[in-house]
């Protein structure tokens, strides 16, 4: 079963920029979707992005324009490109992966927060 790590998570000033990467422990190339989930205490795991094998990208409205996701499957990486980061940015961010089976997996997750 693939695992997922994420890193890259940090504290940053409001406007500043992070890059997160998630790496599997096998080859990706058999997940059909793949990106970023984020959680804050108390409120439920909201998408942050994903990216499909065949290149379809989906943004929550909050974060379109200001991240960016990229998948490299022969490097087995995800990664998420948050620029104009906000204080509500502030969150635990998930990795996670959907096999075409349907069998999801999540990482461990990595802490963003963002705050003068």
């Known amino acids: 079963q693939v695992q997922l790590v994420e890193s890259g998570g940090d504290l940053v000033l409001p406007g500043g920029s992070l890059n997160l990467s998630c790496a599997a422990s096998?080859?990706?190339?058999?997940?059909?979707?793949m990106g970023w989930y984020r959680q804050t205490p108390g409120e439920r795991r909201e998408l942050v992005a994903t990216?499909?094998?065949?290149?379809?990208?989906t943004y929550a409205d909050s974060v379109q324009g200001r991240f960016t996701i990229s998948r490299d499957n022969p490097k087995r990486t995800v990664w998420l490109q948050m620029n104009s980061l906000k204080p509500e940015d502030t969150a635990v961010y998930y990795c996670?992966?959907?096999?075409?089976?349907?069998?999801?997996?999540w990482g461990q997750g990595t802490l963003v927060a963002v705050s003068s």
């Open positions: 996670y992966a959907e096999a075409y089976s349907g069998k999801t997996k």
């Open positions: 096998q080859s990706i190339s058999s997940i059909y979707n």
């Open positions: 990216e499909t094998t065949g290149g379809t990208i």
